[in-house]
């Protein structure tokens, strides 16, 4: 009874693990919402063109297209919930999915590397039905950089001054941290810089859960 009983377990984890391996394989990566994407965000590549790009990238070829604007594409870097894509040399996109049980959520970033470095945070689900930002990660301000106790005139004099806020974004810790940085330095003065730079915080660090992305210190 108990030599039975050993081989019924024995049966029963290797069906558990058959399923959870049939389930991982036929999860959905990124590349495929990639291929799969109705051109909201990839307007300028076609769809039989990101086709062709994963197809060449997968067999280690770095192929570069032409995109519809006449500007080289291709795949920086593909992992199974990542993707990274340059659009030209001044764009570059960067998509994450955020798998939460059955309520995906596809993160894009938009990287705008001339003449200074900004960036854009969007949210889709898989289907690229757009989400309401707001709802997912509230996007930093300029005065979310200005460090607490900083004197009510140079709160003011940055308010006044910065009407551009050049903000980007970088994924890090494996995807786990979202770092906002503040490009100030690089478009105005040296002579302005020099009397906000005491009172700012170089970047943000947000944590990401889930689908959850919360400040979680500034540095």
Known sequence: MTIILKQ?????????LLLTSTATMGAVEIKDLFMNEPGVVFELLPEATRISMISY?????????????????HIAALEPRHMVV??????????????????????????????????VVTFYDTKWKALKTDKLFKAPKMEDFIRPGTPKNVVKDIKQNVTFPLIDYELEGNGMQ???????????????????????????IYTIVKNKITLTAPR
């Open 178 to 204: 979202l770092t906002a940085r503040q490009h100030l330095a690089d478009f105005y003065t040296a002579t302005d810089f020099a009397r906000w730079k005491p009172y700012l915080y170089d970047k943000l």
């Open 57 to 73: 990238h997968e067999n280690e070829q770095n192929v570069y297209a032409t995109n519809r604007a006449g500007n080289s594409s």
């Open 8 to 16: 019924m377990k024995g049966a029963l984890c290797a069906v558990a």
């Open 86 to 119: 340059e659009m030209s040399a001044g764009r570059t996109v960067e998509l994450q999915l955020l798998v939460t049980g059955t309520d995906s959520v596809v993160m894009v970033i938009d990287h705008y590397k001339t003449p200074y470095p900004d960036g």
